[in-house]
């Protein structure tokens, strides 16, 4: 009944990490629990959480081989303000790690089985995945319960989201996932007020997405700060409390809020 929410982008510089980051911290203001798990060889979350690099034995590749025995490598964020918030670090070694799912016999569905056998209780769980359509998110979406998909509001940007659709249908019914992960929406980022076609693709998501019965939900804005606070590794809440766009997330963050609320409702009734 846990949610797992899959950040799933096939275009490099979607905001991918920002917006794992900061869901993580805007639910975590809300008393829940948060495991952030970088399925980035890049390690975009250790910047952008204020981390050391880890060795391999300490990243998400330690808990995708055979011998995992259940320790998860988990490392708390932002100790000084919270702490509902932990990371299961990437890195490069998850460049090989992709190379060996691939021959897997179990590769797509390989962390899932370790949340099945090893569960972890947070609240929600978020997979922050590789700017790329190949094993590692793939192994995302056969572990996710929901999905959410951050796009800029430039074209390659929006007909790269389209092929990312075509390749959840298809994945979805290859790997006959039960019950398929639920999109939750399209997130915009990187908006502009000031640049005309930011705001005619704004304008034309939720209907484009609606036929779809697929969410927009409101857009991220354009800011240098959110560049300066991943380079101080932190959230924006932190770096800039009185910072305007920090209020960006609150839609999203309630929205997976209610989410989990309803989950646990289910979950209650059912024990």
């Given amino acids: 009944m846990q949610v797992r929410l899959a950040v799933i982008s ?24 948060v495991a952030l798990m970088d399925l980035d060889p890049q390690g975009s979350l250790t910047l952008f959480c204020g981390l050391s690099p880890p060795e391999p034995e300490h990243t998400l590749s330690a808990v995708l081989q055979d011998n995992f025995d259940g320790s998860w490598p988990l490392t708390p964020c932002w100790t000084e303000h919270t702490d509902k918030v932990v990371i299961c670090q990437g890195g490069m070694v998850l460049t090989q790690t992709a190379d060996e799912l691939v021959l897997h016999k179990r590769g797509a569905y390989l962390l899932g089985d370790c949340l099945t056998d090893y569960p972890l209780e947070h609240d929600l769980i978020i997979f922050d995945c590789p700017a790329t359509l190949g094993p590692l998110p793939l192994m995302a979406l056969a572990a996710c319960t929901h999905i959410v998909i951050p796009v800029q509001l430039e074209p390659k940007s929006i007909q790269g989201a389209a092929h990312l659709l075509e390749w959840y249908y298809y994945h979805c019914k290859h790997l ?3 019950p ?7 997130v915009p980022n990187q908006y502009d007020s000031r640049r005309a076609t930011h705001r005619q693709m ?40 009185s910072h305007p766009a920090k209020s960006d997330f609150k839609e999203i963050a309630s929205y997976l809020a209610n989410l989990i609320g309803n989950q646990n409702k289910t979950r209650g009734k059912k024990s």
């Avoid at 979607?14 to 869901?23: A, D, E, F, R």
């Avoid at 398929?180 to 399209?186: A, L, N």
């Avoid at 939720?206 to 409101?218: C, D, Y």
């Fill in 10 to 33: 096939n275009a490099g510089g979607s905001g991918k990490t920002t917006l794992s980051v900061h869901l993580a911290y805007e639910l975590a203001k809300r008393s829940l629990s």
């Fill in 176 to 178: 006959r996932l039960k």
């Fill in 180 to 186: 398929t992960p639920e999109i939750i929406g399209f």
């Fill in 202 to 241: 704004l304008a034309a998501l939720p209907s484009q997405l609606e036929q779809m019965n697929i969410r927009a939900f409101g857009a991220i804005r354009d800011s240098a700060e959110f560049v300066n606070a991943s380079g101080q590794g932190l959230p924006l809440h932190i770096h800039r409390p």
